[in-house]
């Protein structure tokens, strides 16, 4: 089985923005430290030799068709500056030199990517393997992805780790979300019950549908507060089904890609390293040509 990673790209590109310093300076004035360690890490990652690679980029903040759903999702984030914005498009011009099929959407988030190429693999029976530190992606667990792999961490998280998380399954991520809110994205959730609580209620059932449908349920369930958490439930009902909307992942993602268009090929290393040149990582030549190399050895194999 064909193992294929797919990179939540701008959750490294911002590690890097924050975690580097200022070193490195693009021909036109732009710092470009995310530039300088994205580019390295995805080197990293090719060096693995995985069977395919694709990344997926956030360009949707304000236009995703979540705020259709409600116009506050994500209200409390910013735009990109003009410094950001320029890394942002340099790391995926770099990506894409480096043979990483690469996509974005004005509509629809990285996440919502992540979940449709993870859909096109399944279905085409390669192991997909998806490259992020957001375990709010661990629901991609229960439609087949391998495991989420922080790569920068070293570390593996499958259902064991979600469960130890969250208390809920990968299965019931977004529900969870849907009770407990996100204030990173917005999402409101219902006022009062916690990631404990969440768990317990979800705990009983299969999703937040049961809890709404069947409020008879909560009340047969060990929980500290039951009654309340029944009018609770009631009180909050429409919030929590948009709440749900919101956490839940988009997996029809128009995107016209099957799994050999992933394998990348055809790169040339010499143009590779003249955009290195041109956003200052020139420092980077060597481990381009070496891995680009090894890539394309593979290949003609």
């Known amino acids: ?25 693009s021909r036109s004035g732009y710092t470009t430290e995310a530039v300088y360690g994205f580019t390295n890490f995805l080197l990293d990652l090719l060096d693995s030799r995985p069977d395919g690679i694709a990344c997926a980029f956030d360009e949707s903040l304000g236009s995703c068709f979540r705020n259709e759903i409600y116009p506050d999702y994500k209200c409390s984030r910013v735009l990109p500056d003009e410094a950001l914005a320029f890394q942002l498009a340099a ?98 959730g219902v006022p009062g019950i916690g990631p404990k609580t969440a768990a317990q209620l979800l705990g009983g059932v299969d999703s937040v549908a049961e809890l709404i ?46 799994v050999p268009d992933l394998s990348g090929g055809g790169v040339d290393p010499d143009f590779a390293i003249a955009l290195a040149e041109e956003f200052g990582i020139a420092g980077l030549a060597k481990k381009i040509i070496r891995t680009l190399s090894a890539e394309r050895a593979g290949i003609t194999a």
Do not use: H
Request: aromatic content about 10%; overall charge negative; glycine content about 6%.
């Open 1 to 25: 089985m064909k193992q294929i990673y797919l990179v939540d790209a701008s959750v490294y590109i911002f590690r890097y923005y924050f975690a580097l310093p200022p070193n490195w300076e």
């Open 91 to 188: 790391c995926r011009e770099m990506a894409e030199a480096l043979g990483i099929v690469s996509f974005a959407s004005d509509r629809y988030e990285a996440d919502d990517i992540l979940a449709t190429l993870t859909r096109i693999c399944v279905e085409q029976g390669a192991a997909p393997l998806i490259v992020t530190r957001d375990k709010d992606l661990g629901q991609l667990l229960d439609r087949g992805a391998a495991a989420l792999w922080d790569f920068a961490a070293g570390q593996y998280i499958g259902d064991g780790e979600i469960v130890a998380k969250f208390g809920v399954r990968p299965s019931q991520i977004a529900d969870y979300l849907a009770l407990v809110g996100d204030s990173v994205d917005d999402i409101p």
């Open 213 to 258: 449908d069947c409020p008879d349920r909560i009340a047969t369930l060990n929980i500290r507060g039951a009654t309340r958490l029944v009018e609770k439930i009631a009180e909050y009902r429409e919030q929590i089904v948009m709440s749900l909307a919101l956490a839940q992942l988009a997996y029809d993602v128009p995107l016209d890609v099957t």
